[in-house]
């Protein structure tokens, strides 16, 4: 018989929803245990969900010989001791974005999990949404050429109910950043994982409008290690929020893609088209009120398939990490007012 792996959330919040989603249609993984240290919040995620234990201590999840992997949904300057906790119990991680918070934490969550025999994986959702995976194919392929222009637009809105809505959210402690860090982190890891990594930057983070100590908005000039230059432009004080939007212009062509889809193909002298792309269909019913209730699907699964084949995961905790880095050498920059080098 198939091995279907006991799987736990830690953190029944916001995005533990997506993981109970993905785990209600997965084959080899089923919602075993939850835990949040809001009791209230522990329960309802189980009865929504199906679980047969919950807990509100950690350390009692991580004694339950039953439980084989760990989604760790707390806030994010948590991740990294939770996650060394994990792998010290020999349990598998599956860690929500941003994996870490300081180069410190980084350092060392990837220093310890890797002394044990576990995998961890973090979540990085868009790296498994086929539109942005094709672009990275192409760019990869040579097909456009050297990369000279790539740029990401982060432009979100979040009002001030949202921050007040966790005492975690927009501080450094604890959320690491505002609005590169939590939001923004996810188009800054597909830039560099399309386009290439970042080798220096000059930026300005600023607090417009919002009443919080983080920024919430920002603009950062890159300078990629392959040559390309780019620019970044975040935040999460704009209405109305816009599509996340990457621009990558080749010596031979130039690709644009959004949250609607690629809104350009083009290599000069060819007439590839842009693939057509199917969207997977998950058969989980959408609910507004929620991120895309597939958004984890492809993530969880490939997470569970990567336990069972004994293989690295989509996003590995090494290649987490650029993201988060790139966006410490953006705080640094507008800090310091000068060129950080990564
Ligand atoms: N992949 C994505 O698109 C995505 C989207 C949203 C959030 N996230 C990430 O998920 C994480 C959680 O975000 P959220 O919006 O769900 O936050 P949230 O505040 O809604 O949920 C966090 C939960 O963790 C619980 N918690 C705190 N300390 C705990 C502890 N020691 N043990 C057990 N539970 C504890 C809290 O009580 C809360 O219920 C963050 O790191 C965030 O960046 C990722």
Redesign the pocket.
Known sequence: MEKVLKWAI???????K?HGDALSVAKNAKLYAV????EE?AIACAKEFGAEKVY???EDLLADPDVDVVSI????G??GE?CIQAAKAGKHILC???MEITKEKLDRVIEEVEKYPVKMGC???RRADPKFAVVKEAIDSGRFGKVILADAYLKYYRNQKYYD??E??ATWEL?GGGALM?QG??GIDLLQWMAGEVESVFARCETQVRDIVVEDTAIASLKFKNGAIGNIEGTTSVYPAQDTRIEIHCEKGSIIVSDKGILQWAIEGSDEKAPVIEAPNFNIKADPTR?PRT??VIPLHDMADAIIEDRDPLVTPRNARSAVDLILAIYKSSEEKREIIL
Not at 10 to 16: A, D, K, L, Q, R
Not at 73 to 76: G, H
């Open positions: 830690v953190g029944c919040g916001v995005i533990s997506s835990c949040d240290i809001i919040r509100t201590k950690y949904c707390t806030p994010s948590m991740h939770m929500e974005k941003p979540v990085f959702q809505s966790g975690w959210r959320d939590n982190v996810h991120l958004s984890h």
